[in-house]
């Protein structure tokens, strides 16, 4: 089994930055992607940036540029450092991992930007 837990999330205003963190933990051996998805109410669950196992990134077109995603295989950690942040960038973020082909998600952590 696998356990990932996140953590950063806050409230902060328009403009400022936050770092969420993603620890996995439990059965890992051979992990090919992790990432960070958000989801608002109502809407379903989107992919703000993930990376594989090789190291290539990929980002939502709206957070391109403001968002940097990095992982450090020897702790198991990928923290998301968000930059810039817009009121549009308020929702719950989650953790992600992809192992074996099975998909494990974090309970997820608060990001509201607001003034």
């Known amino acids: 089994q696998v356990q990932l837990v996140e953590s950063g999330g806050d409230s902060v205003q328009p403009g400022e930055s936050l770092r969420l963190s993603c620890t996995a933990s439990?059965?890992?051996?051979?992990?090919?992607?992790m990432a960070w998805y958000r989801q608002t109410p109502g809407n379903e669950r989107e992919l703000v940036a993930g990376?594989?196992?090789?190291?290539?990134?990929n980002y939502a077109d709206s957070v391109r540029g403001r968002f940097t995603l990095s992982r450090d295989n020897a702790k198991n950690t990928a923290d998301l450092q968000m930059n810039r942040l817009k009121p549009e960038d308020t929702a719950v973020y989650y953790c992600y991992l992809v192992q074996e082909n099975f998909e494990y998600w974090g309970q997820g952590t608060q990001v509201t930007v607001s003034s």
């Open positions: 439990g059965s890992l051996y051979n992990i090919y992607a």
């Open positions: 990376i594989l196992n090789t190291g290539t990134t």
